[in-house]
């Protein structure tokens, strides 16, 4: 694929890591193949993981295209960008379109990023994984490779203010790649949870403590940080959806009347 803009996309996103003084704490990235089709599978805990999530694939020298809710696509200003770096749009309505593209990407030597939770965790731990990673990576035939990031939530996520202050820590844990078959996808995906749930442990566990003190809303309750349990953050988005499709709703009907 020819690529104008994400080569400067790079360059500006390196800059502004630098502007605001953070600190990476970069595992695993040797995992990352140099070339030939590779399907990255991400938590997602912050609007910005994207910027963060490909970086994770710069010391291979890898693009990461990723898959992204078709929200963002029709946005006037974003979803030019959006297209210009390939990414992919996902219709959560009809995934299908989305799935042979990521396959097609795949099969030609890309490398692709998904978030398996398929939306932002408000508990800050993984949510309930859909089985679309193990399904394309299978159907690709490439591999699949586990990423954690962690700090992302820190500077823009649900449910907070944004803090783009300087000085926080940034952490990338990538993980060996799985091979998965696509016979059973649903015990391949719960193997890939199971990973990036240790990855994730792990990853909390490694970060600064001056940075994350016992209670900090960022962290799960179930280590210790006041982020909402599963179950909380389960309720919290059904009302968000809930709310989403009332908006909708008086739109149509103020089209209509």
């Given at each position: 694929?020819?690529?104008?803009t994400?080569?400067?996309?790079?360059?500006?996103?390196k800059?502004?890591?630098?502007?605001?003084?953070q600190?990476?704490?970069?595992?695993g990235?040797?995992?990352?193949?140099?070339?030939g089709?590779v399907?990255l599978a991400y938590n997602?805990?912050?609007?910005?993981?994207f910027v963060?999530?490909?970086?994770a694939?710069?010391?291979?020298?890898?693009?990461?295209?990723f898959m992204a809710k078709?929200?963002?696509f029709?946005h006037r200003?974003?979803?030019?960008l959006?297209?210009?770096?390939?990414?992919?749009?996902v219709d959560?309505?009809?995934g299908?379109?989305?799935?042979?593209?990521a396959?097609?990407y795949l099969?030609?030597?890309?490398?692709?990023?998904?978030?398996?939770?398929a939306?932002?965790?408000?508990?800050?731990?993984?949510?309930?994984f859909?089985t679309?990673?193990?399904?394309?990576?299978?159907?690709?035939?490439v591999?699949?490779?586990p990423?954690?990031?962690?700090?992302?939530q820190?500077?823009m996520t649900?449910?907070?203010?944004?803090?783009?202050s300087r000085?926080?820590?940034?952490?990338?844990?990538?993980?060996?790649a799985?091979?998965?078959?696509g016979?059973?996808p649903m015990a391949?995906?719960?193997?890939l949870?199971?990973?990036?749930?240790?990855?994730?442990?792990?990853?909390?566990a490694?970060y600064p403590a001056?940075?994350?003190?016992?209670?900090?809303?960022?962290v799960?309750?179930s280590?210790?940080?006041?982020?909402?349990?599963?179950?909380e953050?389960?309720r919290?988005d059904?009302?968000e959806?809930r709310?989403r499709?009332?908006?909708?709703a008086?739109?149509?009907?103020?089209?209509q009347?």
């Open positions: 694929m020819r690529d104008v994400y080569p400067p996309i790079i360059v500006t996103a800059a502004a890591f630098r502007a605001l003084g600190t990476f704490q970069m595992t990235t040797e995992h990352v193949p140099r070339e089709g399907l997602h805990i912050g609007y910005v993981d963060y999530g490909g970086f694939a710069n010391p291979s020298g890898r693009l990461v295209r078709r929200e963002l029709d200003y974003v979803g030019p959006m297209r210009s770096l390939h990414h992919i749009e959560r309505g009809e299908v379109a989305s799935f042979h593209t396959v097609d099969r030609q030597g890309e490398a692709v990023g998904i978030f398996p939770e939306t932002i965790s408000r508990a800050m731990e993984l949510k309930e859909k679309g990673a193990v399904r394309i990576a299978a159907e690709a035939g591999p699949l490779v990423v954690i990031l962690w700090g992302t820190r500077m649900k449910d907070h203010s944004r803090d783009f000085g926080k820590t940034i952490a990338i844990r990538v993980g060996e799985m091979h998965p078959t016979a059973d391949e995906t719960a193997e949870r199971d990973r990036m749930a240790a990855m994730l442990a792990e990853t909390i490694d001056d940075e994350q003190p016992p209670g900090s809303w960022w799960p309750a280590m210790g940080g006041s982020a909402p349990t599963l179950e953050a389960a919290l059904a009302e959806k709310e499709a009332r908006r909708r008086e739109k149509r009907a103020k089209r009347g």
